[in-house]
């Protein structure tokens, strides 16, 4: 699994308050990512990281921020929850695959189910 | 809009059957991967298949890549039971970041 835990697994919060969700890593990976699965999207992009302090938007950034300090924690914000981002959250790293041209394979961590009522 | 569509987008068979799905892509890729997921759990990684290879296989896994028709399709044969998840193709065109767009998934059902 890469050591990649995410927290909390399981948050229900209400709409207007802001919410954090961690993503930690053990094996000093540089690129990070945050999606969210709901039914019939599939994973989208959040957000991604490829080193301390630098991140880049995804193709769902709209109402997301984050922050990376440290190689291993990826932080997901949303600011003023809204019923429209009760979702699945996953996080997570990609690692080379080595060999000709650029190939790597993504691992996930358990995921973080988000309800916003 | 995602990059990759699956079809079908379930499916149903019995343990031992052949299952296919097929994934379609809008613009040129380097590589293409699929993924597995199991019900509440998060995505593993099963194979890449690069832009330059026609076929690739792993264990039980067949994949396929059309790069003229911009299609791919993995072939999971004798099927077991255990092979009941979500299944969804990947396609990197970053080049730089290392990320993937995903597609909507194929709900693989296998009935023993």
């Known amino acids: 699994d890469a050591g990649i835990t995410q927290s909390p697994r399981h948050k229900v919060t209400e709409t207007g308050t802001p919410v954090t969700l961690r993503c930690h890593q053990t094996e000093n990976h540089r690129y990070m990512y945050w999606y969210r699965q709901d039914p019939g999207h599939g994973l989208r992009l959040i957000h991604y990281s490829y080193g301390v302090k630098d991140t880049d938007k995804g193709e769902v950034s709209d109402g997301y921020s984050v922050s990376r300090s440290k190689t291993e924690d990826f932080l997901l914000t949303l600011e003023s929850a809204t019923s429209s981002q009760t979702s699945v959250y996953f996080c997570?790293?990609?690692?080379?695959?080595?060999?000709?041209?650029?190939?790597?394979?993504?691992?996930f961590g358990p995921g973080t189910r988000l309800t916003v009522t | 809009s995602q990059q990759g569509e699956e079809d079908p987008q379930a499916l149903s068979i019995q343990e031992g059957e052949n299952a296919t799905m097929n994934c379609s892509y809008k613009t040129s890729i380097n590589n293409l991967q699929w993924y597995r997921q199991n019900s509440g759990r998060g995505l593993v990684h099963l194979i890449l298949?690069?832009?330059?290879?026609r076929e690739k296989h792993s264990g039980r896994l067949r994949v396929t890549l059309d790069t003229s028709k911009k299609s791919s399709s993995l072939l999971i044969t004798a099927s077991r039971a255990a092979d009941t998840a979500s299944y969804f193709c990947?396609?990197?065109?970053?080049?730089?970041?290392?990320?993937?767009?995903f597609g909507i998934g194929t709900k693989l059902q296998v009935i023993p």
């Open positions: 298949i690069r832009s330059n290879e």
């Open positions: 990947a396609t990197d065109v970053s080049g730089g970041y290392q990320k993937v767009t």
């Open positions: 997570a790293i990609s690692e080379s695959l080595g060999g000709q041209g650029a190939a790597y394979e993504q691992y």
